[in-house]
């Protein structure tokens, strides 16, 4: 069976991106003082609007707020930095999942929802997500976590979504991010952040982002939404368009993109 059009130009954008990534790791097994693409001076800070041909903006996930709602209203205040795990509450009709998607975190809060879920009553609540990422592989387990217990994600105006966290809002069932939330993708490391031997360097990457296919595939967003992230740094994020988060799929509805 021949592939998709828009999965043979996911996996060409990959192998690209690893070519490339394998001759980096080869000057750097010989020796050399190298070191991966980084910020420009002239990247905006990450609060600046994101328009169309300038989306890359700075990415420090240290630097980003929780939020809670203000007193006496919708909107939303900043409370400190995000845990540095994710944490989850209940709030109003809606389970809320805030902080860095921390190794450990898949299995554990698969086990927190499931005992959340259990003692729910009446329709199944949303999932709220706000988080600068982390652990690929926890999000991408707690992702479909989700999907299996036919849970919706959203988002809110004043939250963010970078780094892996896409992968975890793919897991809901219906997906929905109010204007103003912002969703970012960037370049992951797949385990240790380091220059290791080239050929096994490159290796565990085409594992990873296998995986991270896959998942899309599975979760009915095109792989294509991996594209701008292989060409965006670690230290920067692509903020996605409300357009390309329709025409990539992980929104399910025009009208709910941010």
């Not at 420090?60 to 989850?88: E, K």
């Not at 709220?128 to 387990?141: F, M, R, Y």
Request: proline letters at 9%; glycine letters at 12%.
């Amino acid at each position: 069976m021949r592939a998709a059009p828009t999965t043979r130009r996911a996996l060409t954008a990959i192998l690209v991106f690893q070519l490339g990534l394998a001759g980096l790791l080869v000057f750097g097994d010989l020796g050399r003082d190298f070191s991966l693409p980084s910020r420009g001076p002239d990247v905006p800070d990450f609060d600046q609007p994101a328009r169309p041909g300038d989306q890359t903006r700075t990415y420090d996930p240290g630097t980003f707020p929780a939020t809670r709602p203000a007193p006496g209203g919708p909107d939303t205040r900043p409370s400190g930095p995000m845990p540095d795990r994710l944490t989850l509450e209940t709030e109003g009709g809606a389970l809320l999942l805030t902080g860095t998607i921390a190794p450990g975190d898949g299995a554990r809060l698969k086990k927190l929802l499931t005992e959340r879920i259990g003692t729910w009553e009446g329709r199944l609540p949303e999932v709220i997500l706000n988080s600068p990422g982390g652990s690929v592989s926890d999000a991408l387990e707690l992702g479909r976590a989700l999907r299996d217990t036919g849970l919706d994600t959203r988002m809110r105006g004043t939250d963010i979504c970078l780094s892996a966290c896409p992968y975890l809002f793919a897991g809901g069932v219906e997906r929905r991010a109010e204007a103003g939330a912002r969703i970012g993708v960037h370049q992951h490391y797949f385990g240790e952040n380091t220059l290791l031997p080239a050929f096994t360097a490159v290796s565990d990457i085409q594992r990873g982002q296998g995986a991270v296919m896959r998942y899309l595939d599975e979760m009915g967003v095109d792989p294509m939404m991996m594209a701008p992230g292989l060409a965006t740094p670690p230290d920067e994020i692509y903020l996605l368009l409300p357009e390309e988060l329709t025409e990539f799929r992980l929104v399910t509805a025009a009208e709910d993109a941010a």
